[in-house]
């Protein structure tokens, strides 16, 4: 079945713990992003990555790195997370950005 | 700043009425897609339309684009009340790069 994964789906965590929520696609997708979605804002892209080892800055990329070293991973790394980012965030891929998205189902993140 | 608005925010319709909601975006795109959230699930696409389009159906959808005025309108016919959930449009700017911005997104809720 083809799909977009994403662990773990729930995490509660303290301020400054670093902390991987890892994305994998079964697709061949080359285009990979990562949004966080909170009330009132939609879905804004954090990273995004056309393919292995080529990644770009979303629109709100601060206090986030990720790695493409695989085509079927695109893992977000927060190194130092703080209350802010407390968020849901949600993995996508796709054959381009001019393509139809496919959405992992989400990871609830709470920074106390 | 965010490409797409929704309009209205929310929407509250009978089972059987038409759905209209609105999307503005500021710069020009290549192309805008729609999609649908249901409560705080993955995204799921509904239909695109390219830059160069200006009307595009798919069952009970219909998408119009406007580029002279940037914006778009999503249409549901003979809505249900399974068509209850969150809708954002997202656009690629033609001079974005490779970034997909979606909107705030638009609450339907269809009652019985």
């Known amino acids: 079945e083809a799909q977009v994964t994403q662990n773990p789906r729930y995490l509660i965590t303290v301020t400054g713990k670093k902390l991987t929520v890892t994305c994998s696609q079964n697709m061949n997708h080359e285009y990979m992003s990562w949004y966080r979605q909170d009330p009132g804002l939609g879905l804004r892209q954090i990273y995004y990555s056309m393919n292995v080892e080529v990644t770009d800055k979303g629109d709100v990329p601060e206090g986030y790195k990720v790695s493409r070293k695989e085509k079927r991973n695109f893992p977000l790394i927060l190194e130092s997370p703080s209350p802010n980012q407390t968020s849901l965030y949600f993995c996508?891929?796709?054959?381009?950005?001019?393509?139809?998205?496919?959405f992992g189902p989400g990871t609830r993140l709470t920074v106390t | 700043s965010q490409q797409g608005e929704e309009d209205p925010q929310a929407l509250s319709i009978q089972e059987g009425e038409n759905a209209t909601m609105n999307c503005s975006y500021k710069t020009s795109i290549n192309n805008l897609q729609w999609y649908r959230q249901n409560s705080g699930r993955g995204l799921v696409h509904l239909i695109l339309?390219?830059?160069?389009?200006r009307e595009k159906h798919s069952g009970r959808l219909r998408v119009t684009l406007d580029t002279s005025k940037k914006s778009s309108s999503l249409l549901i016919t003979a809505s249900r009340a399974a068509d209850t959930a969150s809708y954002f449009c997202?656009?690629?700017?033609?001079?974005?790069?490779?970034?997909?911005?979606f909107g705030t997104g638009t609450q339907l809720k269809v009652e019985l």
């Open positions: 996508a891929s796709s054959f381009g950005v001019v393509y139809e998205q496919y």
């Open positions: 339309i390219r830059s160069n389009e």
């Open positions: 997202a656009t690629d700017a033609e001079r974005g790069g490779n970034k997909l911005t």
